[in-house]
Each structure stands twice: as structure tokens, then as C-alpha cells.
């Protein structure tokens, strides 16, 4: 990226003197509309080769260079405007070409710098597996997990369960006490969470309003006391509302389920969240 950047730079440096030098050269020594209308038309070239690339900015030059040429011969033979063909004239024949391929070139490397940051930036994004609120793993990196346990689970024939936990309401919360509030209140119920876990389970706010468990060696008994431990320690989470001044008490929803030995990742998951509705 850095070799690209740097050819970037000496592409702009080389446009950027090509078009002071035939500014310079048009304000100082040739002020006559034919000349205005020829440096015109290079600017024009640059720009179609920069968008459109080298060879498509080679192709109208070629257009340009014929239509000069064309112009200049008329000039001579019908119009006897033009005796000779002096240089202010001619240059323009290497003008054109070099300008579409400066343009064009530079064009190029532009975009695939731009490219280059684009796919470094979605690297990026791919590579962060952190819930920047809470600190917990986030979706993408959950389903992670879950899939490597479900393997392992199956492997070893071991047991595993899924907690959901989702928060009652939470859009509307939101609109109402906003969402400094609502992020004071998801951060104290990840700490609930966390106080309550083993090491070897596996947390993840897998939505702005859920939090989702893997339960490691867990069966669905053992799930159900977790699950009536951790209401325990959500009824400790109460905010002050920024607007109201009240106090905040949170609803929780939370279901969960075990793995069969047919189920995948996604059936789990699904049958997880299917509970919610029948926790009231």
C-alpha cells in the first residue's frame, strides 16, 4: 500500500507541474482563443483518462490529436489562416496523449489505494470480535464458539446449553430515558453476568437488547438454576432516569435450551430465542 501511495504522490506531482507548465506557457506567451480551446481540452483529457483509466484516455486523445490535426490542415488549405506549422501548434499532438496517460495512470493508482483501504478496513472489521460496550465476545464471534462447542459437545458426548437473555423492552427505554441510560443499564447487567459465569462459559451481547450464554457441561436442570440465579441478580440492576428522575427498573426475558445430538448451530439457537416468549 505504502509503494502504491508513494507512486500516488509522484504521478500527482508529475500532473499537477505537466498543467502549471502548459498554464504558464498559455497565460505568458500565446493569449488567443485557439490556444484557450486547445488547453481546454487537455484539462478535459486528464479528467476522462482519471476517471475512466489509461487506454479509454488514450482513445479520446487519439480523437483529439485526429480533430487537431484535421483542424490544422483545414487551416492551411482552405482557410490559409495557417503558413507553417509552428510549435505552439504542434505541441499539442504530444499534449493530449500525455496528459490522458498521466491522468489515466494516476486514476488507476488512486483506486486501487482506495481499494486497498477499503478491504483493510473491512479486515478490520472482520477481525473484531469484542462488544465494545461490555467487553463480551459480539455476534459474529459467538457463533464462533458455538459451533466449536456444539462440535466438541457431539465429540465427547457431553452437555451443553444455551442461555438467552433479552431485555424487556428496550427500544422503547431507549426513546424514552435515551441511551446513555440504557448503557448504563446493559453494562451493569453484563457485570451481573460475568459475576455469575464459570470460566468456561462463553458470553456474548449478540444484540443491542441481548445477551446470549454457552453452558459448558451443562444440562438443562443445571441450566435452570443458573437461569433463576442470574433474576436474582438482574433485580439488583435500578437506574436513575436522566429526564424523570425516577428509578429504572429493568424486565427480563430469558430462555433456554439443551443440545441434541441432531441439532446444529442454527436449529440451537432458534429454539433458544423460541423460549423467550414463554418466559413471563
Known sequence: MFKNRFKGDYLF??????????????????RNTTQYIL???SIILIVLGYLMGQIEGMVASIFGVFALGTYMLYAIIVLKTMRTLDFSMIRWFLIFPLGAVIGGKYGEVTKEIFQKIKKYDRDMNEMVSIDELTGFNNEKRFFVDLEQEVNRAKRYKTNLTVLVMQIAYF??????????VCNMAVKAIAERIEQLLRVSDKKARIRSDEFAIILTNTDIEGAERVR???KELLEEVVLQGDRTGKKLNFSYKIGITEMGMEDDIFSLMKRA???????V
Open 13 to 30: 506531482v508529475a500532473l499537477i507541474t505537466f498543467i502549471s507548465v502548459n498554464t504558464t506557457l498559455l497565460l505568458i506567451y500565446e
Open 39 to 41: 488547453y481546454g481540452v
Open 171 to 180: 427500544d422503547r427505554l431507549e426513546a424514552i430515558y435515551g441511551k446513555t
Open 228 to 230: 433463576e440465579k442470574l
Open 273 to 279: 430465542e423460541g423460549e423467550l416468549q414463554y418466559d
